[in-house]
């Protein structure tokens, strides 16, 4: 199956830093989403992005798709903006299995 | 619309103990899924529906667990013969109708197991 790597796991900034985080894919996808999961474990909806780049407020998402990677960008990081983020794939060969990253856990410090 | 709802948010069992698990999906969405996380990884597919038909299951749904989703509305994932490898979060998720061609997903608040 479709394998996701993000990169860093673990990423620590200070508050007002860009906060740059990764996302591998080694297939081809019709379906990129990311997320943001809160300390209670729901999965907020940050992107929904196949290919392109789209921006809402300080985050922005870019997918190049023919390179198979992803990268969300939080500008002017705030401590509020801590948390675990997830993207997830879905792959052309299988409209319904997506496959999440293991996360990276971003850390913004006053 | 009132979001994707789990049903009941946290759940407390003993080791040997049935266990069911509701998820009520955004109206008109005909794709649900479920997925199972545990601590400090990304939530795993486990399997999805469209409509009434579920159409895949991971390997890691075991004869012990067993999805529904009857009326191609809300589905139920049940787990028999709770063990204590299956403490973890379950999360259902909804998308969109395939004609739109998007498969956006939305996610519930999940329901914690923790078998004892």
């Known amino acids: 199956g479709i394998q996701v790597e993000q990169s860093p796991p673990d990423l620590i900034l200070q508050e007002g830093a860009i906060s740059t985080l990764r996302c591998n894919f080694s297939?081809?996808?019709?379906?990129l989403q990311w997320f943001h999961q809160n300390p209670w474990g729901q999965l907020i909806n940050l992107f929904y992005i196949p290919s392109g780049t789209k921006q809402n407020g300080r985050l922005s998402a870019t997918t190049v798709a023919t390179e198979r990677y992803s990268l969300l960008y939080i500008s002017s990081s705030q401590t509020t903006d801590s948390g675990v983020y997830f993207c997830?794939?879905?792959?052309?060969?299988?409209?319904?299995?997506?496959?999440f990253g293991d996360g990276t856990t971003l850390t913004v410090k006053p | 619309d009132t979001g994707v709802s789990q049903d009941p948010r946290h759940k407390i069992t003993k080791r040997g103990q049935n266990v069911t698990f509701r998820c009520d999906p955004i109206s008109e969405h005909n794709r649900l899924y479920w997925y199972r996380q545990t601590l400090g990884q990304g939530p795993e597919f486990l399997t999805y529906f469209q409509n009434e038909a579920q159409l895949e299951k991971s390997r890691l749904l075991s004869d012990r667990f067993s999805a529904e989703r009857p009326k191609g509305s809300f589905s139920t994932l049940e787990i028999q013969r709770t063990e204590q490898g299956d403490s973890a979060m379950y999360l259902c998720?909804?998308?969109?109708?395939?004609?739109?061609?998007?498969?956006?997903?939305?996610f519930g608040p999940g329901t914690r197991l923790t078998v004892t």
């Open positions: 297939d081809s996808v019709n379906n």
């Open positions: 997830a794939v879905l792959p052309n060969t299988n409209a319904g299995k997506s496959t």
């Open positions: 998720a909804s998308s969109p109708s395939l004609r739109t061609g998007n498969y956006e997903q939305y």
